[in-house]
Antibody
């Protein structure tokens, strides 16, 4: 059974950089699209970015200037960096898997357990 | 627009049928997917595509769509269905790719 295990710092200060990593266990990065999604307390999910096995990346336009996503095929994991943090970036951050889009089908079929990231001075 | 609109809250009596809707332009190109989320847990996919249920999802959950509107129907709601429900889709209608979520519907089973 494929599982996503994620980790990263949970408490950061304003202006710092968030770094999260998600490892795929029991499966491969190949053949899928991998995303980061966040959910502020009491609000709905917000997609941050996705990467595919060739390293192609799409970013949420509202976060694009601060975000970088990368793939590590040798360790079967992918990562997220989000710069210049503010309190508005406080959220639970999830990694998730999707199959390649085949119009009109596309969906997240596997999620990590989430990492609470708090930005506070 | 690149938004998905959901009613914030819906209630249903135990054993009755409830429909949760999601509206947005992106649904003209991609099917909506539906996720159930309970407090402190990650979202779980319950319906994807035209009307597909992942393994383990009860058959009381079903999906449908027409034009720019998608619906999640729970036929014979159970107490354990009390949760938040989010729709989502991919959006490639503009000159960049995006993934969008609805604001969520809080379902209360009475």
């Amino acid at each position: 059974q494929v599982q996503l295990q994620q980790w990263g710092a949970g408490l950061l200060k304003p202006s710092e950089t968030l770094s999260l990593t998600c490892a795929v266990y029991g499966g491969s990065l190949s053949g899928y699209f991998w995303s980061w999604i966040r959910q502020p307390p009491g609000k709905g999910p917000e997609w941050i970015a996705e990467i595919n096995q060739t390293g192609g990346v799409n970013y949420n336009p509202s976060l694009k200037s601060r975000v970088a996503m990368s793939l590590d095929m040798s360790n079967n994991q992918f990562s997220l960096n989000l710069r210049s943090l503010t309190a508005a970036d406080t959220a639970v951050y999830y990694c998730a898997r999707a199959r390649p889009p085949k119009i009109p089908y596309w969906y997240f079929d596997l999620w990590g357990r989430g990492t609470l990231v708090t930005v506070s001075s | 627009s690149s938004e998905l609109t959901q009613d914030p809250a819906v209630s249903v009596a135990l054993g009755q049928t409830v429909r949760i809707t999601c509206q947005g332009d992106s649904l003209r190109n991609y099917y909506a997917n539906w996720y159930q989320q309970k407090p402190g847990q990650a979202p779980v996919l319950v319906i994807y595509g035209k009307n597909n249920r992942p393994s383990g999802v009860p058959d009381r959950f079903s999906g449908s769509s027409s034009g720019d509107t998608a619906s999640l129907t729970i036929t014979g709601a159970q107490a354990e269905d009390d949760a938040d429900y989010y729709c989502n889709s991919r959006d490639s209608s503009r000159n960049f790719v995006s993934v969008i979520f609805g604001g969520g519907t809080k379902l209360t089973v009475l």
